[in-house]
């Protein structure tokens, strides 16, 4: 049963953008962000790799994640974005989970967990600077009473999330690591962690102790669109050819009958489509690769197949091929992202279960 | 670990929506098509509801999907579209699935495995007359060796697909169905199975005597866009509230700030985003329900999150509720589809494995 779409997951390719990241940052340790089964690309081998090559600090969204995550990877910190929900609390202690303090009652809660279990267990807390998203606001950290629950416990990290860092000229960039330096000398205990993959490649004043990259260990570039992209690419996506097909008449193809094909044309059907995490956005635009033939995309994408057009490659190399290639450094995530107006990061969470995931 | 976003899905609707077509078909036979885990809807449930209301006749698009369902449904008649590719002829004979033959040469596979096994195996034969996709043409049908081969099988189901039949008038449905009548007057023995959910709503003559649906099963509209849904609605997601927020001052919410507050103002952060299939382009769009109240989105959809204005909403409501609901009536499928560019099918397939499936 190999005649499905494979994501090709280099783990080297992941490692040495880690490494790239960690030598753009002077500071104590360069953590990694692995939510979303790390970006779609299948969270443990990716945190085996980057374990053995010495990353001993993961970040995840969820408690399930999290859980997920331990159950590879025994002595590693976790923390979990998301922050600690309502009988959550037996989880994170079992599975020596950090929690990311959001709100003052999360604060409180964990305060409580930890008279219960009479042990300082760690936690990070998360000041919102710009996303209003998640996290405790620079006015309650003001707060004589919020200060002092934040100074009893063993909070080993003091959090914030950029909103704009891939802009390395939007203002707000300065007036958030602004806030934190202020937060920060109030709280001097707490190992700060600002920088996502795109603060990498602001100056360090922004990065914080420990920098957290997420997109960039995948390949996605963390800068603007003008901007070469500086990570190594870390995927390759084939899908199987269901049919060559030989056209001598007239017609359409595909749904809604919106291309039209003028004979003689070769073709070839691939085995992915839209359920596999092919944008129907790609429609008209997307590309297959068949050795160093760049193939057209036929009409509609749908939800298990993809038509491309063949007809200027020679007949013996279609006959012997089984696979197109459709991402790789010549249409890459970024390419994809660009074709159906999205970003990098939506292209990879996107690829479907049919998918196997294949690690070199 | 409750705390994830959840898929309801309502098999007794699934099922009121294969009766529905059902009686709108005059032939033998009502099947399903399953492919693409149900649609996103768990494969398993879904055609177990089906199998206990009298539906025994199922279609996948791949080889591994026929053989999960076959784990689940001992009885069934399983088809696949993808055809049989080389390899897996083993695994057909041994599943019992009916492969859909789609070239002349897996005809002759298929007549070798059926010779060599001493018994006349069951197998489709998939005509192509619009989509240039998958399938044998009309043209390869007259030929003497194909219709030969053809006769020699026991070839249960004679198909074909319809490019365009959500569009009544369109006049390729047409001069598909007579093409596949003039197939058909070759081959009497084979019955024939054309009709894919839009087609129930054309006239009998387009049906076949077996029909297919897919879409109109799990609630996605089989007209066009004027028209009135006849489904029944089938899913309810709902996605945890992780924080309530007061914005009390001036700001922007969110990635690149694109988004500006007016305080005073409260917000609720919801746990769900695109690495759940929550598409990127619902940003500024997409609604959020918590009781009767209507939830307006605030900035862009992010990889685990989405922002809610609750100002409107009274505080006792707001700081009770746990979750809100992202689809159900008020909010469909399709709705959700017209605000992402694209269509239901892969609105639904798009919902990531973070999504918890329940059935009711």
């Known amino acids: 049963m190999s005649n499905t779409p494979v994501l090709t997951v280099d783990t080297a390719a992941i490692v040495a953008n880690w490494q790239l990241l960690k030598a753009r940052h002077a500071g104590s340790e360069t953590a990694a962000v692995v939510k979303a089964d790390a970006y ?26 999290a859980v997920e995550l331990r159950s590879c990877l025994d002595v590693a910190h976790i923390a979990v974005f998301q922050g600690i929900l309502k009988g959550e609390e037996a989880d994170y202690v079992h599975h020596r989970l950090i929690p990311v303090m959001n709100t003052v009652q999360q604060l409180q809660t964990w305060k409580a967990v930890c008279d219960y279990e ?31 629950l934040a100074r009893s416990l063993k909070a080993d990290m003091l959090m914030t999330h950029y909103a704009c860092a891939s802009d390395a000229y939007h203002p707000l960039n300065g007036i958030q690591r602004d806030a934190m330096q202020r937060v ?18 602001l100056d360090a004043s922004y990065h914080g102790e420990i920098t957290r990259p997420g997109c ?7 800068l603007d669109e003008n901007s070469l992209n500086p990570m190594y690419s870390v995927v390759t996506l084939t899908a199987p050819i269901l049919q060559v097909r030989c056209i001598d008449e007239m017609g359409t193809i595909g749904y809604c009958a919106t291309t039209h094909v003028q004979p003689p044309m070769r073709t070839v059907t691939v085995g992915i489509g839209y359920a596999d995490g092919i ?3 790609a429609s008209n635009q997307l590309y297959a690769y068949l050795e160093d033939y760049r193939l057209p995309l036929l009409g509609r994408v749908t939800m298990d197949m993809l038509c491309f057009d063949v ?20 249409q890459t995530v970024d390419d994809m992202a660009r074709m159906t107006h999205t970003i990098g990061y939506e292209v990879l969470t996107s690829l479907g279960k049919r998918v196997q995931r294949k690690y070199v």
């Open 311 to 330: 007809t200027h490659v020679p007949e013996s190399i279609v006959e012997s091929a089984k696979t197109v290639t459709l991402m790789d450094t010549r």
């Open 184 to 201: 920060s000398r109030m709280l001097p205990h707490l190992t700060t962690c600002f920088a996502n993959s795109s603060a990498h490649f």
């Open 118 to 148: 009479t042990s300082a267990l760690p936690a990070a807390i998360h000041v919102d600077t710009a996303m209003q998203r998640l996290g405790l606001t620079a006015r309650e950290m003001q707060r004589g009473d919020v200060l002092e």
């Open 216 to 222: 960039a260990l995948y390949g996605i570039t963390p």
């Open 279 to 281: 944008s129907r956005q």
């Open 40 to 65: 779609g690309l299948g969270v443990k081998p990716v945190a085996h790799a980057l374990a053995t090559a010495g990353c001993t600090r993961f970040f995840v969204a969820t408690l399930a994640e």
